[in-house]
């Protein structure tokens, strides 16, 4: 039992080889270059909050007294230590990814199974949110509270806060296992969360400040020191056993099993093989976690943008930021799905390639998808225009641009998408299968619009700009099958570079 | 069938495969040899289209693979799990190939039953996906796939890895009757010298991309491939 506690290894040897084998995957990675600059942004922003933690911890004493010049500084912390506790519990879960460790590989080397849990755990440790306390704490006890308070009071301070941060820590690492569930834990401890603020402020029950009192009193007895104690060793123990229990193939590291009936849309069935392409994407994008929630996610984004709207007189009532707001809306289905289109089949494109259908058809299923998304997007947004009826033309825009003319650019420049998608694997904070291409895609996709609109704009002909879009679209509908040859060819030049780049995983 | 005319594919400044002439006659059953990276896959994949070569021209049925799509509609493939559909189960999946290749779906269930016996009850549970099947089952359901709607032409790369001694048996007859009854062209690589014997018409052997051996098969033959292959043992 105590063995959990002693985070070291009697072998350096297989630190040595872990940290090497992290090191070359890393730098062999397929996806390198995307690797380096975002490493290259999380060290800039590790850098950040670094000096952000240290720079409160020397001024926060002034910040507060400022703000309200005759209070007791420590006190009004301990009552935010509070909701410091609560949401950095919140950040753990959410958003701390645990260190990868592909544990299959090493199962059945002759490493003891605790051994490599202890590691995992060990690994886990090194992370921003584990040295925030004490970039916070160390600068704050040195300016202001051994001077306040005296040095045991504030060793005793700073190590409990620090031995429940670490509990939080192997707390989330063990409810980072319910990776499925992500999304309802994350919405209930926020839930949680609001609730207690509300409670907080409106019902007088004064949580915060109560926690303060008691934190204060646990600090000068040192009876916090033992809870933080307790607590980090029950937690230790606690995610170790789960992960040990859970270091089995069937278990925790089995990917998603479902057993679930999920539409069949059968009737699509009778359209030939375009129907049959068709109903694969519509299969694909209902039965696979991360197609699934990106459209969820686009489907989330509505109602914001809807506040936006109606909120007369703002930027995004008018002018360029309705436009914008017009191609967005009727768009969140191609601006979420197409943006990796094609990746979405990289686990099978070499059937693809060499199934028994034209791959005409196959470029073609995949505009009726997008068209058939669309549509549905306009008839959810056409009721709407009963009440605001001035909408209707700028809705009426966005459909025939995105259909004619957005939809196209798609096809055409995810041909030089070149990253592979695992279906399986969630959606939240999954970067799978992008690059340089999804953020390059919003200079036409967005600037475009903008590129035709402004110089009407700019002349106060405002309406012309919006009738040209339509213009623009109803063009791209009538040239569809020249355009079509073009994508077609296009296609074809890069299907090998694609299914090269789709093979590898 | 397919005919294959100064072939060259490069990685790099190193043939990966390099073919000067090369022909495969209708109805034959063409067995395909060599040790790891002698450039099976690389072939197969060629001719399915699946990656572009450094020169040279393959032609199925006088088309060229290259720029007519004509041969997919009587080409059956399957050479790795990237021709599978995971997230469909098996049925939908061959019911899927069956609509492309314009077989009824009760064509489609009769061919399924003539199988039966190959393919096995696992893989029709309900709710199952091919994602959840085993190697072998997902291997049975690729190589099933590739015969749905009578091709004249089958690719299979390495069709007896993963299946069972039965499996094994069972699938050297399917394509020993598609050969002799339906005329269909067999290409079948795979490292089972005796299998390879057995199933094919004509035997070739590739070696660090070139041919090497080109015969046709008779009873000698199994001991020829063993004697070929075990000089390369020290």
């Known amino acids: 039992m105590f063995e959990a506690l002693i985070l070291q290894f009697s072998f350096p040897a297989m630190m040595k080889m872990f940290l090497t084998l992290s090191w070359k995957n890393f730098w062999r990675s397929v996806s390198l270059g995307k690797n380096l600059l975002v490493n290259l942004m999380k060290g800039f922003m590790f850098v950040y909050l670094s000096f952000v933690f240290i720079f409160f911890g020397f001024f926060i004493v002034k910040l507060i007294s400022g703000t309200n010049p005759d209070s007791n500084v420590l006190e009004i912390l301990n009552q935010y230590l509070f909701y410091y506790f609560l949401v950095d519990l919140l950040v753990r879960v959410l958003f701390v990814a645990t260190p990868k460790l592909d544990l299959p590989v090493f199962l059945c080397l002759p490493i003891p199974r605790r051994k490599l849990v202890k590691y995992y755990l060990f690994r886990s440790v090194f992370n921003l949110n584990n040295l925030a306390p004490v970039l916070f704490l160390v600068p704050f006890c040195l300016s202001f509270l051994i001077e306040e308070k005296g040095w045991t009071y504030s060793l005793v301070w700073s190590f409990t806060i620090i031995l429940l941060s670490f509990s939080f820590h192997f707390l989330a690492l063990f409810l980072n296992k319910f990776q499925l569930k992500k999304p309802i834990l994350g919405m209930l401890l926020i839930g949680g969360l609001g609730l207690f603020v509300w409670l907080d402020f409106s019902n007088g029950l004064f949580f915060a400040s109560r926690f303060g009192i008691a934190f204060d009193k646990f600090t000068s007895t040192g009876i916090g020191l033992i809870i933080g104690v307790i607590m980090l060793f029950f937690t230790i123990q606690g995610s170790f056993r789960f992960l040990i229990k859970n270091s089995y193939l069937d278990k925790g590291l089995s990917s998603e099993k479902r057993k679930i009936q999920f539409p069949e849309f059968s009737f699509l069935g009778r359209f030939g093989s375009l129907g049959q392409m068709i109903k694969l994407d519509l299969n694909l994008i209902f039965r696979n976690s991360r197609p699934r929630s990106t459209l969820i996610f686009g489907v989330l984004l509505i109602p914001f943008f809807f506040y936006n709207f109606l909120n007369q007189g703002s930027f995004w009532s008018e002018g360029f930021g309705l436009i914008f707001m017009s191609v967005f809306l009727l768009g969140v289905f191609q601006l979420n799905y197409n943006q990796y289109l094609f990746s979405w089949d990289s686990s099978y494109f070499d059937f693809i390639l060499s199934g028994s259908f034209k791959t005409s058809d196959y470029l073609m299923s995949k505009y009726v998808v997008t068209v058939f998304f669309t549509s549905i997007a306009f008839l959810f947004m056409a009721p709407f225009c009963f009440f605001y009826p001035q909408f209707l033309q700028y809705f009426i825009m966005g459909y025939l641009l995105n259909i004619g003319v957005i939809a196209y650019i798609y096809l055409f420049i995810m041909t030089y998408n070149r990253k592979r998608i695992d279906l399986a694997k969630g959606a939240l904070f999954n970067y799978e299968g992008s690059g340089y291409i999804q953020y390059l895609l919003a200079v036409p996709v967005l600037g475009l619009p903008f590129l035709i609109y402004a110089p009407f704009y700019f002349l106060g002909k405002e309406q012309a700009g919006v009738y040209t879009l339509m213009a623009f679209g109803i063009a791209g509908l009538i040239l569809h099958k020249p355009i079509f040859k073009i994508l077609l060819k296009q296609f074809k030049n890069q299907k090998y570079k694609m299914a090269a780049g789709f093979r590898k995983k | ?234």
């Open chain 2, 1 to 234: 069938m397919i005919i294959i005319k100064d072939l060259q594919k490069k990685q790099g400044r190193y043939f990966q495969l390099s073919i000067e002439h090369l022909q495969i006659n209708q109805g034959e059953s063409f067995g395909l040899l060599g040790n790891n990276g002698a450039g099976k896959t690389t072939l197969f994949r060629l001719i399915l289209d699946l990656i572009e070569s450094n020169s040279g021209t393959i032609s199925i049925q006088g088309k060229p693979v290259h720029t007519t799509e004509d041969w997919k509609f009587i080409t059956g493939s399957f050479l790795d799990e990237s021709f599978l559909i995971d997230y469909l189960s098996a049925l939908e999946y061959f019911e899927m190939l069956g609509k492309l290749k314009g077989v009824s779906k009760e064509k489609l269930l009769e061919l399924i039953e003539t199988y039966r016996s190959f393919l096995g009850d696992d893989m029709f549970v309900k709710g199952k996906f091919i994602r959840d099947l085993s190697k072998g089952n997902k291997s049975k359901v690729g190589i099933f796939s590739a015969i749905i709607g009578t091709p004249k032409l089958i690719i299979l790369d390495e069709p007896f890895a993963n299946l069972d001694p039965s499996s094994q048996i069972k699938l050297k007859e399917i394509l020993k009757k598609k050969q002799r009854e339906e005329g269909t062209t067999l290409l079948i690589s795979s490292h089972d010298l005796k299998h390879m014997s057995e199933v094919s018409s004509r035997i070739v052997i590739l070696h660090n991309g070139e041919i090497v051996k080109d015969e046709n098969t008779n009873e000698n033959t199994l001991k020829e491939l063993e004697t070929y292959f075990a000089k390369f043992v020290d």
